[in-house]
């Protein structure tokens, strides 16, 4: 069976947004959907999200498919990157994906803090294309938080594809995004259903 693994972003919830229809929308299509709610999501740290997202996933095969949402991506991306070399993935949708943010997202010295480490942790980008080459990213060209031109340009560098929305902010509830068709088609996609 095709397993998919949503990782919520920072301050999110398994509940939150679109996880919930997508997490649905997907079962109805045969796939087993898990949205474990990772630690501490008001001050994410990568020790704890990536040790939280092994343990749920367990095993991963070419089956295994992952979404990722804001910080979210980056879990995936650093997960991918801690895998055993002889590990192949089924591929990763990411969804408001970031390497940079803008100072509304870092409004303060704490917000900052956080991000840091997430931003500094360099990333091998031919270790992550190891595990797959089928990875989509999607992002919002109205995005307060994720300056789009500049991650979208390093997305480019292993995402096979990647989809622009029309304003939807960073996808979120607050941006009033419950439902993320572009998301599932994604996966969709990938998995080759």
């Not at 990722?68 to 991918?80: D, V």
């Not at 500094?120 to 060209?141: G, H, Q």
Request: with cysteine; hydrophobic share 40%; charged share 30%.
């Amino acid at each position: 069976m095709k397993r998919v693994f949503i990782v919520h972003g920072w301050e999110g919830k398994p509940k939150h947004g679109w996880y919930p229809w997508l997490k649905k929308e997907l079962e109805k299509r045969g796939f087993e959907v898990f949205v474990p709610a990772m630690p501490n999501s008001d001050a994410p740290e990568m020790k704890s999200w990536l040790a939280t997202l092994k343990k749920a996933v367990g095993k991963p095969d070419e089956d295994t498919f992952f979404v990722g949402h804001s910080i979210g991506c980056l879990t995936i991306l650093h997960y991918f990157q801690s895998l055993s070399k002889d590990v192949k993935v089924g591929g990763a949708v990411f969804v408001a994906g970031w390497f940079s943010l803008t100072k509304e997202a870092l409004p303060d010295k704490e917000s900052e803090d956080i991000a840091k480490p997430w931003m500094e942790t360099p990333l091998d980008f031919a270790k992550v294309l190891e595990k797959t080459k089928n990875m989509i990213a999607i992002f919002s060209d109205n995005d307060p938080s994720v300056p789009m031109k500049e991650n979208e340009k390093i997305f480019r560098k292993f995402c096979k594809k990647i989809i622009i929305e029309k304003g939807k902010g960073h996808m979120i509830e607050l941006h009033g995004v419950f439902e993320l068709p572009s998301a599932l088609n994604a996966v969709l996609e990938l998995a080759k259903v």
